[in-house]
Nanobody, 125 residues
Framework: QAQLTESGGGSVQPGGSLRLSCAASGFDRTNYVMGWFRQGPGKMREGVASIDKNGKTLYGDSVKGRFAIYQDNAKNELYLQMNNLKPADTAMYHC???????????????????WGQGTQVTVST
């Protein structure tokens, strides 16, 4: 059974940093694009970053230059390094996996494939 489990969220002041982790199990990651999406209070779901099996990364415009996605294939883990956090980054962050045969990760996350329960990130003074 496929499972994605996020960790690493918390409360931080503006300008601070956090690193999120996602442990993946129960499916063959080599056929999936992995990524992170978030949903803040009263906001629509938003793609944050994705990474394919070759390490190619894509980022949402609001996080470019501040966030970095990377993976450890040996450990089956995905990470999101978040720097210079802003109050607008406050959200529940979810790890998501989309099958390459399904389509583009940015069109499918949260609707197709697998995703975890999320980890809360709160940025405030």
């Amino acid at each position: 059974q496929a499972q994605l489990t996020e960790s690493g969220g918390g409360s931080v002041q503006p300008g601070g940093s956090l690193r999120l982790s996602c442990a993946a199990s129960g499916f063959d990651r080599t056929n999936y694009v992995m990524g992170w999406f978030r949903q803040g209070p009263g906001k629509m779901r938003e793609g944050v970053a994705s990474i394919d099996k070759n390490g190619k990364t894509l980022y949402g415009d609001s996080v470019k230059g501040r966030f970095a996605i990377y993976q450890d294939n040996a450990k089956n883990e995905l990470y999101l390094q978040m720097n210079n956090l802003k109050p607008a980054d406050t959200a529940m962050y979810h790890c998501a996996a989309v099958d390459l045969d399904t389509g583009n990760w940015w069109d499918a996350y949260g609707d197709f494939g697998y995703w975890g329960q999320g980890t809360q990130v709160t940025v405030s003074t």
